[in-house]
């Protein structure tokens, strides 16, 4: 089976490196990091990923803004899921998952809600 | 002579006199009727100086005393009038006007005193309400910007651990096992933590619809049913099938009773009963009184749904009952308590306006009660 590619943009160095480690080590990924928002566009149209993971805030640039420029683009069919450490679950929930359209999952969560999540988008 | 003077004082009006010869004979008298004010002789046969004054002074507290005394040393005038006295006449050296004055002016004056000691009270109790918010609101954005700080962190050592649960985790290396378990069991207690002080800092967005009470309650039930069961508690409910719908954030509000029942489940470590009480009622003027110290919308004698959590534990200490509701207060700190519960319970009452209060009752145990508008 073909594996699927994951692009995790986020500037928290430590936490991109294991997402990229758990998600490969299930054998059915393969990911790519970039740390730098501002350079997101161009590593998506690098690596063109099936599923983006994005970060809400980043030094630079708001995970939103990368959302905007892709909507313009030849990219807005990609699924974004948004990471973030900035509301809890019960305000996860109550938001019904979704942002702009697409969804959200807190920090942390476990690598098998990571998983489903992924799975639910591609 | 004294008795003539003041029966021909106008035009400051009459008095009248009442007279006892000893200071006991005094406190007979102030028992039975309610006196203006005391004219003291330093004098007496059963007391004497300063002493009487102190002891009359401390038994009615709100009577004026103004002091009538034969020659005594000079600044016994001045220590008697901050001992307590309004003013100091020696016998002798005042006519009828002075002496009607006197009284008259001692009577004013501690009236006056009486409403500036009451004002100070009030300023008090609203400066101490006010600092007692300011702490939440102060804590509420700290907490979060440490909480989100501390959650990307946190996130990586999880997925850590699980990343190396997996690549370690069939390993029959007793040591790495017990590292593991240990360090994703902190990691999540850390995130509880972290969670629950954002949760505190995140509580004014409220999401309010006419909600069942009596349903969320049934509901919150279900999540405490097994460790009841456990610790050999009987829940009990009395809830009145015939409540109006009120207007509330369904989670939040669980949040606040379900977070109610763990305490009294704690409360019941070696078992007991845990009652729900629903029903609407008038609410009372005196609840009324106490309610609208700090919360307005309420009103005198409205209609209102009443929820009481009721358990058999030992009840509340003194320093509990007061400091309850404080952020970070726990009893439980030994296993992990971090006293947000009831800080964040009370919070969410506020933002509803509505009304948490907690009391130990007279059968003993501890009683949780809630009071919305209906």
């Known amino acids: ?122 | 002579m004294l008795t003539g003077m003041l029966s021909h004082s106008p035009p400051l009006g009459s008095f009248e006199i009442h007279l006892a010869e000893t200071l006991n004979k005094a406190y007979k008298l102030l028992e039975k009727k309610k006196f203006d004010v005391a004219l003291l002789d330093l004098n007496l046969d059963d007391s004497s100086g300063l002493q009487s004054l102190k002891k009359l002074n401390e038994k009615c507290p709100l009577l004026p005393i103004v002091i009538n005394t034969g020659s005594y040393p000079d600044d016994l005038g001045l220590k008697a009038i901050t001992s307590g006295a309004q003013d100091y006449l020696i016998k002798g050296k005042y006519k009828s006007y002075g002496l009607s004055k006197s009284l008259y002016y001692a009577v004013e004056r501690k009236r006056s005193e009486q409403e500036i000691q009451t004002a100070y009270n009030k300023f008090k109790e609203t400066q101490s309400q006010l600092i007692q918010a300011e702490k939440i609101n102060t804590i509420g954005s700290i907490a979060s910007g440490v909480a989100h700080e501390v959650k990307n962190p946190l996130a990586t050592i999880l997925y850590g651990v699980e990343f190396l649960s997996t690549k370690l985790g069939n390993t029959d290396d007793e040591k790495i096992q017990l590292t593991l378990k240990s360090i994703k069991e902190a990691t999540n207690k850390a995130n509880t933590i972290i969670r629950d002080l954002l949760d505190f800092s995140s509580l004014s967005i409220l999401k309010k619809k006419p909600e069942d009470i009596n349903e969320i309650l049934l509901q919150a039930t279900k999540l405490i049913v097994h460790q009841c069961e456990k610790k050999g508690i009987e829940i009990k409910t009395e809830l009145d099938k015939n409540l109006r719908e009120i207007k509330i954030d369904k989670n939040r509000i669980e949040q606040v009773i379900v977070d109610l029942f763990v305490n009294a489940i704690y409360a019941m470590e070696d078992g007991g009963e845990l009652t729900i009480k629903t029903y609407a009622e008038k609410l009372s003027h005196k609840d009324y009184e106490v309610i609208s110290k700090s919360l307005k919308g309420f009103k005198d004698k409205e209609m209102v749904t009443i929820v009481e959590i009721d358990d058999t534990g030992p009840g509340f200490s003194e320093e509990g009952l007061s400091k309850s509701f404080d952020p970070f207060f726990t009893t439980r700190r030994a296993s992990g308590g971090v006293g947000l519960g009831l800080a964040i319970a009370k919070t969410i009452m506020q933002n509803h306006n509505a009304y948490i209060s907690l009391k130990n009752r007279e059968q003993g145990g501890a009683q949780a009660r809630l009071i919305f508008k209906s």
């Open chain 1, 1 to 122: 089976m073909e594996k699927k590619k994951i692009l995790v943009i986020d500037d928290e160095i430590g936490f991109t490196e294991l997402v990229k480690l758990n998600l490969e080590a299930t054998g059915n990924y393969v990911v790519k990091i970039e740390n730098d928002g501002t350079k997101a566009f161009q590593t998506i149209q690098a690596f063109l990923p099936d599923l983006i993971l994005l970060d809400i805030i980043m030094p630079n640039i708001e995970g939103p803004d990368v959302v905007n420029k892709m909507r313009n683009s030849n990219f807005k069919h990609i699924p974004i899921i948004f990471l973030t450490a900035t509301v809890t679950k019960a305000e996860v929930e109550a938001q019904e998952g979704k942002i702009g359209g697409h969804e959200f999952l807190a920090k942390p969560s476990t690598v098998k809600e990571l998983v489903d999540c992924i799975e639910r988008h591609l």
